[in-house]
């Protein structure tokens, strides 16, 4: 099946650096990638859409200047958090579709990538 | 997307078939209802989607409700593995940009 990989898995970064996660999908293209956020017990809230080859979609209340989404390629999609606080500690996943076969009305998610900011 | 409702948690003693409901009474008739589950710190993992029809696949089976206002997850023998928060999605099924939004889910505890 369809896979997604995340990387890094897990990230400490001092407080006013930058951090840049990839989100890759693996033997599929996917023009559209998502990107969640995810606090300790809490559920995962959608950020953005990514679309590849145009700006990203971002969700109400996300800040896209903080929050900054590449998606260059039909495989790759980055998001960097930018001037990282440690209120930007958290839980980060993103997920695609394959849009060949029987999985294609199926999103698959990445491991995640665990963001601590000292 | 039509709202679902979930109980928060449930207990399921291990070896046996552990049934997560859930409602979903304002679903439209192009949406599907969806299972992902989340094993703590990893990612949602997809299990299983349907529209109107019960649907088996090798994780679970799938029972909606003939006028589709709620669906019933059945993982027929539980593991200690299947401990996990479940969610109970409804979303329409096409487009590329067609997006997943979680609920609370529900937290499965499997025990000895």
């Known amino acids: 099946g369809a896979v997604v990989s995340q990387h890094p898995s897990r990230v400490i970064c001092k407080s006013g650096t930058s951090v840049k996660i990839e989100c890759r999908s693996l033997?599929?293209?996917?023009?559209?990638m998502f990107w969640y956020r995810q606090f300790p017990k809490q559920s995962l809230m959608l950020m953005a859409t990514?679309?590849?080859?145009?700006?990203?979609?971002?969700e109400q209340g996300v800040e896209k200047d903080k929050f900054l989404i590449n998606h260059a390629s039909l495989t790759l999609s980055t998001l960097t958090v930018t001037s990282a606080h440690p209120e930007d500690s958290s839980f980060y996943i993103c997920?695609?579709?394959?849009?060949?076969?029987?999985?294609?009305?199926?999103?698959?998610f990445g491991a995640g990538s665990r963001l601590t900011v000292l | 997307d039509a709202k679902t409702t979930q109980p928060p948690s449930m207990d399921c003693a291990e070896g046996r078939a552990a049934n997560l409901p859930c409602n979903h009474s304002?679903?439209?008739?192009?949406?599907?209802v969806y299972w992902y589950r989340q094993i703590h710190s990893q990612g949602p993992q997809y299990i299983i989607h349907?529209?109107?029809n019960n649907e088996t696949n090798e994780m679970a089976s799938l029972i909606i409700t003939e006028d589709r206002k709620s669906s019933t997850l059945i993982l027929p023998h539980a593991t200690l593995r299947d401990t996990a928060v479940y969610y109970c999605?409804?979303?329409?099924?096409?487009?590329?940009?067609?997006?997943?939004?979680f609920g609370t889910g529900t937290r499965l505890q499997v025990t000895l």
């Open positions: 997920s695609a579709r394959d849009l060949r076969g029987p999985g294609a009305n199926v999103l698959t």
């Open positions: 033997d599929f293209q996917a023009t559209t």
């Open positions: 990514s679309n590849e080859g145009s700006k990203a979609t971002y």
């Open positions: 304002t679903i439209s008739g192009n949406e599907y």
């Open positions: 349907g529209l109107k």
């Open positions: 999605i409804v979303r329409v099924a096409t487009g590329t940009a067609s997006k997943l939004t």
